[in-house]
Nanobody
């Protein structure tokens, strides 16, 4: 099993940047594919970005493509979500998640395919 703890959320003005971190304890990130999701009030949890188990493949939601970047630091057992050019519609509770999968599996944007979740970190973008 793996335990996930997100951090780095906060309040920022539109156009600003934040970097979210997801620290893992237990098994290392190299055992999992990783995903970032978000949930705004009254909306379903949606896929934001993901990183394959091998670390070589990424996938982004169209709404964040070109603005967000997901990365992994295996030495720190931490996954990051760099968020630039933030917009008010990016306001949400952001979660990281881990998925047990094969080494060469593609990133899966389906939240039901993820096995472990963090508690979330709030991101608020003001206009």
């Amino acid at each position: 099993q793996v335990q996930l703890v997100e951090s780095g959320g906060g309040m920022v003005q539109a156009g600003g940047s934040l970097r979210l971190s997801c620290a893992a304890s237990g098994r290392t990130f190299s055992s999992y594919a990783m995903g970032w999701f978000r949930q705004a009030p009254g909306k379903e949890r949606e896929f934001v970005a993901g990183l394959s188990k091998s670390g070589s493949n990424t996938l982004y939601a169209d709404s964040v493509k070109g603005r967000f970047a997901v990365s992994r630091d295996s030495a720190k057992n931490t996954v990051y979500l760099q968020m630039n050019s933030l917009k008010p519609e990016d306001t949400a509770l952001y979660y990281c998640a881990a998925r047990e999968t094969g080494l060469f599996s593609r990133v899966n944007p389906d939240r039901s395919s993820y096995d472990y979740w963090g508690q979330g970190t709030q991101v608020t973008v003001s206009s």
